[in-house]
């Protein structure tokens, strides 16, 4: 093991004993299965270092740059675990069709492979290939296991769902039509992508064993294992009901059906659809990008990922216990400015009082 992780393993234990861990595990793992609502309501605060979905780090940078971030947020008792997250590149699944990465700066996309309904059908067998990104993406698993010899869980890889990697190897435009006009060719694309997702799946959940984290609600969050599965739908933002529920719903079953449930994401204001998604087979929660908690109360019994600015969280953990939700909440905006390895006993001060608060609102 090299020395610079070594030394920041060590740290690490020192910030996150086990009790800590435990306590936090504990309080996650009750809103996905016991429900006690004696027991406070988890919460983690937004990374204050880490670019975890938009940057892509040299694989030896980011293995360093996610242990930092354990550390410097760690003299905070939230609710975060300390684990890995290999990052989300938009090219994952497309490149496993045979789509051409394309490198924008710091994040990557793919080239389209379908130019009309017929090519639907052409499509090849997905599959991992070697160098390509998902690949690249396992292998960086590995090394997080490796380099710190399993020290550290390691959550899954943001791969994105079905509907908008069809978009991406298509166009949303010709994809949104053509499910219009020919839904069960758009079915079976929808099915060919749920196929590679399970097998993409599979990969990192055999290789990482005990340590594999199965979920990307965020890339710094927690879930049990046996947990089912996450997926990213931000395209419902723009569909209706009917078609959510006929087009969307579909793919996210066969996925829920093979590993035992399934937590659904989009960004946006998809209020509109949530009755729709709320019928999806074995719909364990819903990670809301911008929703508030207030705005998802017809959810019921679905657990709820949510973000939350600083200025409404005390409010919305109140609500949130008051209405007896199960729910897992985010707070951005929670650090101050500036390098974290220049905070000083102010900063450090202003967190913790902030922490108080919202503790206290939490119920703990």
Same mark, same amino acid.
């Given at each position: 093991?090299?020395?610079?992780?070594?030394?920041? /393993?060590?740290?690490?234990?020192?910030?996150?004993?086990?009790?800590?861990?435990?306590?936090?595990?504990?309080?996650?793992?009750?809103?996905?299965?016991?429900?006690?609502?004696?027991?406070?309501?988890?919460?983690?605060?937004?990374?204050?270092?880490?670019?975890?979905?938009?940057?892509?780090?040299?694989?030896?940078?980011?293995?360093?740059?996610? /242990?930092?971030?354990?550390?410097?947020?760690?003299?905070?008792?939230?609710?975060?675990?300390?684990?890995?997250?290999?990052?989300?590149?938009?090219?994952?699944?497309?490149?496993?069709?045979?789509?051409?990465?394309?490198?924008?700066?710091?994040?990557?996309?793919?080239?389209?492979?379908?130019?009309?309904?017929?090519?639907?059908?052409?499509?090849?067998?997905?599959?991992?290939?070697?160098?390509?990104?998902?690949?690249?993406? #396992?292998? #960086?698993?590995?090394?997080?296991?490796?380099?710190?010899?399993?020290?550290?869980?390691?959550?899954?890889?943001?791969?994105?769902? !079905?509907?908008?990697?069809?978009?991406?190897?298509?166009?949303?435009?010709?994809?949104?039509?053509?499910?219009?006009?020919?839904?069960?060719?758009?079915?079976?694309?929808?099915?060919?992508?749920?196929?590679?997702?399970?097998?993409?799946?599979?990969?990192?959940?055999?290789?990482?064993?005990?340590?594999?984290?199965?979920?990307?609600?965020?890339?710094?969050?927690?879930?049990?294992?046996?947990?089912?599965?996450? /997926?990213?739908?931000?395209?419902?933002?723009?569909?209706? !009901?009917?078609?959510?529920?006929?087009?969307?719903?579909?793919?996210?079953?066969?996925?829920?059906?093979?590993?035992?449930?399934?937590?659904?994401?989009?960004?946006?204001?998809?209020?509109?659809?949530?009755?729709? /998604?709320?019928?999806?087979?074995?719909?364990?929660?819903?990670?809301?990008?911008?929703?508030?908690?207030?705005?998802?109360?017809?959810?019921?019994?679905?657990?709820?990922?949510?973000?939350?600015?600083?200025?409404?969280?005390?409010?919305?953990?109140?609500?949130?216990?008051?209405?007896?939700?199960?729910?897992?909440?985010?707070?951005?905006?929670?650090?101050?400015?500036?390098?974290?390895?220049?905070?000083?006993?102010?900063?450090?001060?202003?967190? #913790?009082?902030?922490?108080?608060?919202?503790?206290?609102?939490?119920?703990?």
């Amino acid at each position: 093991m090299r020395a610079e992780i070594r030394e920041r /393993l060590k740290r690490i234990a020192d910030l996150y004993p086990p009790e800590r861990v435990e306590k936090s595990r504990r309080r996650i793992d009750n809103i996905w299965k016991d429900r006690d609502p004696s027991l406070p309501l988890p919460f983690h605060y937004g990374p204050c270092h880490l670019d975890y979905y938009d940057r892509i780090y040299r694989d030896d940078e980011r293995i360093i740059v996610a /242990l930092d971030e354990m550390i410097y947020r760690g003299f905070v008792d939230d609710d975060y675990i300390p684990g890995f997250f290999p990052g989300c590149h938009q090219g994952t699944i497309p490149e496993m069709f045979g789509a051409h990465e394309e490198v924008l700066g710091d994040v990557t996309a793919s080239a389209p492979l379908i130019f009309s309904p017929e090519d639907i059908d052409k499509l090849p067998e997905p599959e991992i290939r070697p160098g390509g990104i998902a690949d690249r993406l #396992l292998a #960086l698993q590995r090394r997080f296991v490796e380099e710190t010899e399993g020290a550290i869980p390691v959550n899954v890889m943001d791969m994105q769902g !079905p509907a908008e990697v069809c978009a991406k190897l298509w166009s949303y435009e010709e994809f949104f039509v053509a499910a219009c006009t020919e839904p069960e060719l758009c079915l079976r694309f929808m099915n060919k992508i749920a196929a590679a997702f399970i097998m993409l799946w599979e990969a990192q959940r055999r290789q990482l064993g005990e340590l594999f984290v199965p979920t990307h609600l965020w890339g710094w969050s927690y879930a049990p294992s046996g947990n089912g599965a996450t /997926l990213s739908q931000d395209g419902i933002v723009m569909v209706s !009901p009917q078609f959510c529920e006929e087009i969307y719903n579909p793919s996210a079953e066969l996925i829920s059906d093979r590993f035992g449930g399934i937590t659904v994401h989009s960004c946006g204001d998809f209020r509109h659809v949530l009755s729709a /998604l709320l019928k999806t087979r074995g719909l364990r929660g819903i990670h809301a990008g911008q929703l508030a908690i207030t705005e998802l109360r017809e959810a019921g019994s679905v657990t709820l990922i949510a973000n939350f600015p600083l200025e409404r969280i005390e409010a919305d953990l109140r609500f949130a216990r008051r209405e007896g939700l199960s729910c897992l909440l985010n707070v951005s905006g929670f650090w101050p400015g500036g390098e974290p390895a220049q905070w000083g006993a102010e900063q450090h001060k202003q967190c #913790l009082e902030r922490h108080r608060r919202i503790a206290a609102a939490a119920g703990r």
